[in-house]
């Protein structure tokens, strides 16, 4: 199973609801990562999980919260978000964050959130 | 952090070979170049990845200039399937471990 998977695939939230955005993959990976892509722009990285543990947090607002609660599974905790967070939010897994470089990276389909 | 540079749009016909450039001046001894494909509505994709050897694998074969600067994938055979942002990227460990940063990529149509 070289699966990624990210649930909802489509979220509608109003600016100040809470709501979270579920990854999972079973490949026994040690690093995942949450990236935001708005339209017709390149992923850029948010966060980066190593062994559970809250590695790489690219000055990300404190409304997005991630958390790692085992190996298999992340979550993203939105809270108070603005209209200009509407973007696709994309999950990926790796083998670990030192191997990232000469392994793959593996993408979720993402989820597409719009904040109204 | 090392830069690389894309076209940012290639056209080819299907069944023809693409070649898409990319540079990267400042590439340092250890960065890997990986490639990477955006399908419309989904998420990255792994291509293939390299550090100084050219690379073959089912999907395409990556041609590694000596001096390491620029690259070039290629895709022997557009299929239509094979419409996507193409995406390089340079990664290596020390500060950059976990850091897979996309570039601008470039959007490569294939006609029919």
């Known amino acids: 199973d070289t699966e990624v998977t990210q649930t909802p695939k489509h979220l509608v939230m109003g600016m100040t609801n809470k709501k979270s955005l579920k990854c999972e993959q079973h490949?026994?990976?040690?690093?995942m990562y949450w990236y935001k892509q708005k339209a017709k722009k390149p992923p850029e990285l948010m966060f980066v999980y190593s062994y559970e543990k809250l590695s790489i947090n690219e000055s990300v607002p404190s409304r997005f919260s991630p958390e790692c609660p085992n190996s298999s599974l992340l979550n993203l905790h939105l809270h108070a978000l603005q209209p200009e967070d509407s973007a696709l939010y994309l999950c990926?897994?790796?083998?670990?964050?030192?191997?990232?470089?000469?392994?793959?990276?593996?993408f979720g389909q993402g989820t597409r959130l719009t904040v109204v | 952090d090392a830069k690389t540079t894309q076209p940012n749009s290639m056209e080819s016909n299907e069944e023809e070979p693409v070649h898409l450039p990319c540079n990267h001046s400042?590439?340092?001894?250890?960065?890997?170049i990986h490639w990477y494909r955006q399908l419309p509505s989904q998420g990255p994709e792994y291509v293939i990845h390299?550090?100084?050897s050219n690379v073959n694998n089912r999907m395409a074969s990556l041609a590694i200039a000596e001096d390491r600067k620029s690259s070039t994938l290629i895709l022997h055979r557009a299929t239509l399937r094979d419409a996507a942002v193409y995406y390089c990227i340079l990664n290596a460990g020390g500060t950059s471990y976990g850091k897979l940063t996309f570039g601008q990529g470039t959007i490569l149509t294939v006609h029919p």
């Open positions: 490949m026994g990976h040690r690093a």
């Open positions: 390299g550090l100084t």
């Open positions: 400042t590439i340092s001894g250890t960065d890997y």
């Open positions: 990926a897994s790796s083998q670990d964050i030192w191997s990232v470089g000469i392994t793959e990276a593996f």
